[in-house]
């Protein structure tokens, strides 16, 4: 039966967990268990289908028949050993009062806060009321997965979640972000912290849904300058794990500090992560030397080379299975798949990490 503080099917370290918590749990098996950032996705024929019924990204995300079916759509193609639940970094933003959209060749569009006085405007109270349908597709997923694919929660860090409601959307820059992180640090980690209190929530909703693990987003973390590094990537990270570790202390949790290079490793001392998922410029022997002594690694395989396919897929995934693959390890994309990457390709890279050994 499951139990607080045990969100994952079977006994901690028993054969009846997925193998990627087993990983995460820093278990060596015969092979990585392999699944891919954004698996779910425009390069497949039968997420555009859905996507077309929906009608719109957002009404997607909040449909839960609809987002479990996208989810499940890879399992069910390719064989992947973990699904990740079908949704946006941008959701908390949305339900906190400042709606996104998100638009055709342009991406999510926000209402840009002015200016710290903003945040005061935000609506935390109505978080849980906006995302039950999330939780609910997380309820699903648990039902209709086969019990040896593990479910994994996640959310935008804050940072990274910031700089969207800052900017009103994408940023090539990010300048408006940085230079509240220099003109109004204080302001700004107003913004923080309630990112990190609604993010420690809707982590803790999506396990008490069934979620096995749960991964953490900074896609804009290599933005961020040294100065900055300490204050708004890893306290608010660390944050988060404690308050998920405070009601679960087994979750096992996925940080991703995309581009932060060497502070990978700093990030895994403060944080303490079970898995840290490294991004294409990592060296590899690195990675096994300075991170792997320490949390179970995942990536790192270029999203472009998955593109590409052939011969120079299948080098660098041996490269990356034979580097890594000795310790604890989940072969994963340094960041997620791009739309015109071949569904076909896909498939041949799950079954090449599937029948690698040791």
């Known amino acids: 039966m499951q139990t ?26 015969p092979r990585p268990p392999v699944w891919l950032m954004r698996q779910a996705g425009r390069y497949l024929p039968e997420y555009r289908q859905v996507r077309a019924r929906a009608g719109s990204f957002m009404r997607l995300c909040y449909t839960p028949e609809l987002a479990a079916e996208v989810t499940l759509q890879p399992i069910r193609r390719f064989g992947f050993d973990a699904a990740i639940l079908f949704a946006d970094i941008l959701l908390i933003p949305d339900a906190l009062g400042q709606t996104v959209e998100v638009r055709e060749g342009q991406g999510p569009v ?55 409601m800052i900017e009103g959307g994408t940023s090539a820059d990010h300048a408006t972000a940085l230079r509240w992180a220099v003109e109004d640090p204080d302001g700004l980690q107003r913004l923080i912290d309630l990112l990190v209190a609604s993010s420690i929530e809707y982590l803790l909703a999506q396990v008490r849904a069934g979620a096995d693990a749960v991964q953490i987003f900074d896609t804009w973390a290599g933005r961020l300058p040294a100065s900055a590094f300490a204050r708004f990537c890893l306290a608010p990270a660390a944050a988060i794990v404690a308050g998920l570790r405070a009601e679960y202390p087994d979750l096992p949790v996925i940080g991703f500090p995309r581009g932060v290079g060497e502070r990978y490793r700093d990030y895994v001392v403060e944080t303490g992560v079970a898995g840290i998922s490294i991004d294409p410029t990592v060296d590899l022997d690195w990675a096994r030397d300075g991170l792997q002594p320490l949390v179970a690694v995942q990536g790192n395989l270029d999203p472009q080379v998955l593109v590409a396919g052939g011969d120079g897929m299948r080098a660098a995934t041996c490269r990356i299975l034979d580097t890594l693959g000795h310790g604890p390890f989940v072969f994963n994309l340094g960041h997620g798949i791009v739309p015109q990457t071949p569904p076909d390709h896909v498939g041949e890279l799950v079954r090449l990490v599937q029948g690698w050994r040791a």
Not at 4 to 23: H, N, Y
Not at 110 to 136: C, K, Q, S, T
């Open 4 to 29: 607080e503080s045990s969100p994952s099917r079977g006994s901690a370290g028993t054969k009846s967990e997925p193998l990627l918590i087993r990983v995460l749990k820093g278990e060596t098996g």
């Open 110 to 164: 926000l209402p840009p806060l002015a200016d710290a006085g903003a945040v005061a405007g935000l609506r935390p109270d109505r978080l849980h009321e906006h995302l039950a349908p999330v939780y609910e597709t997380v309820r699903i997923l648990r039902r209709e997965l086969p019990a040896e694919v593990a479910l994994i929660g996640f959310a935008g860090a804050p940072w990274t979640v910031a700089t969207y």
